[in-house]
């Protein structure tokens, strides 16, 4: 064997072991991609796992506070149809006792009785007013108790002009706060 045979020898053991070298690179080079696909993937499937169940669990959590949302918002509702019901109710006391009052006034007849019940009443009307009504309606109510008195007491004389005015200041002060109509009312007639 002669120095060429063994360079051609070498050449083709250097040549064998560059082509597995490149063979081997190839292939590791390949498997390390397919094994880092999987991995992502792995990873992409167990991120989307973790997204439904927060998502999941995000819109359980969300319904659940709608849905105290809803129960609070159903009670404060009905709280306030209550309140605005038992303003109603004592709003038409207030007129029924001022109306039976200017009646009996309206035909000559107040009587000792009259008063003491007007008295009786309107002092618990004022009991009950003072829980639930704002200042102006208290002060409308107020103005046409003194004058009530007033004529009681005939320190003023009964006139149905002012009467009536101390009347519907009472009854729009009571429209203003129950919202029910803010306009106010005025007599049109010719009384």
């Not at 167990?46 to 927060?54: A, I, N, S």
């Not at 000792?112 to 309107?122: G, M, Q, T, V």
């Not at 007013?129 to 004529?151: H, K, R, S």
């Not at 009536?164 to 009384?191: C, H, M, Q, T």
Request: aromatic share 8%; proline share 2%.
């Amino acid at each position: 064997m002669d120095i060429v045979d063994l360079l051609k020898i070498s050449g083709l053991i250097l040549g064998t072991i560059s082509v597995s070298s490149s063979l081997l690179f190839f292939l590791i080079k390949w498997s390390a991609k397919l094994l880092a696909d999987r991995i992502v993937e792995n990873q992409k499937a167990e991120l989307k796992k973790e997204v439904e169940e927060f998502r999941i669990n995000l819109e359980s959590k969300n319904e659940t506070a709608l849905e105290k949302l809803k129960s609070e918002l159903d009670l404060i509702k009905n709280a306030n149809i209550t309140a605005l019901n038992e303003k109603v109710k004592i709003y038409r006391l207030a007129t029924d006792i001022f109306s039976d009052l200017i009646a009996n006034i309206d035909d000559d007849i107040i009587t000792i009785e009259n008063k003491h019940l007007f008295n009786r009443e309107r002092l618990k009307l004022y009991g009950y007013m003072g829980m639930i009504a704002p200042q102006p309606v208290m002060d409308a109510c107020d103005n046409l108790t003194d004058y009530m008195f007033d004529i009681f007491e005939k320190e003023n004389e009964y006139n149905w002009k002012i009467l009536r005015k101390f009347a519907l200041d009472l009854l729009n002060e009571i429209r203003k706060d129950i919202n029910i109509n803010v306009s106010e009312i005025i007599y049109n007639g010719p009384r």
